[in-house]
């Protein structure tokens, strides 16, 4: 009788869980969004404040192409140049890189907040930690990206008939829009971070190995648009990472990358 009374308390406590974690949840909801708010202030300040320095961050993006020079991984100006004469593919990897960048972020961090409360915290402050690791590196050394350098197509600018992302920002995004953050790309490192969080919550095997898919679409897409370097989405990994690790050891949380595929 003693352990059936037990076992239905551990039983009760362990379903108590979820409605504790929901109801923190609940609470928190204000501040996400003040804090979701400072992160769009900064990011709009970092625009304004590196607008005008286009010609120290024409000379680092020079810098770049030498050092992918040296290693043999200048394929920018090819690639783009590809992409350039194919009409339906320049299209598609415009929409694709003015879109997913901000709903597919946007909309992960919504799952996990809605399905996963319990990881929330973790993959939120991982987000915001990268983020504002990556401000700082645009406000210190600001990077032009290939499409303003000579010999470069501009594929947003050439396709911007088609859609809204002449200036590679949402409709009514051009505020948010730093056109000399290039280093690191966080188009490429938000969706490290969408890959990870996914493989945080899903189950799945198939689903937890799909999710990479996001990542490598996105690294060629920022490639052959010519809005990044290939050192570009290097750093965007390695930001990502290094936000996780200290994430980890500030806060100790159920790891991602603890769990298999």
Known sequence: MAKGVQGGSARRRTAARPRTVVRRRDARGPRELVLLGALFVAYSFTRLAAADDVGSAVHVASRVVGIEGFFGLDVER?????????????VVCSGFYAIAHYVVTAT???HVWVRHPEHYRHVRDVLVVATLAALVVYLVLPTAPPRLLPGYPDILGQTAGWGWWGDAAPPGGGGI?????????????WAIWVALALRTCWQGVAA??????YPVVTSLVVVATANHWVLDAVMGVVFVGLASAVVRQR???TSWAASSP
């Open 108 to 110: 992960v961090l919504l």
């Open 177 to 189: 829009t730093n056109q000399l953050a290039a280093m690191p790309s966080m188009h490429v490192g």
């Open 78 to 90: 090819a690639v783009a140049t590809w992409t350039s004469a194919h009409l339906a593919v320049a």
């Open 208 to 213: 937890r190995r799909l999710v990479w898919l």
């Open 251 to 253: 806060s100790a949380p």
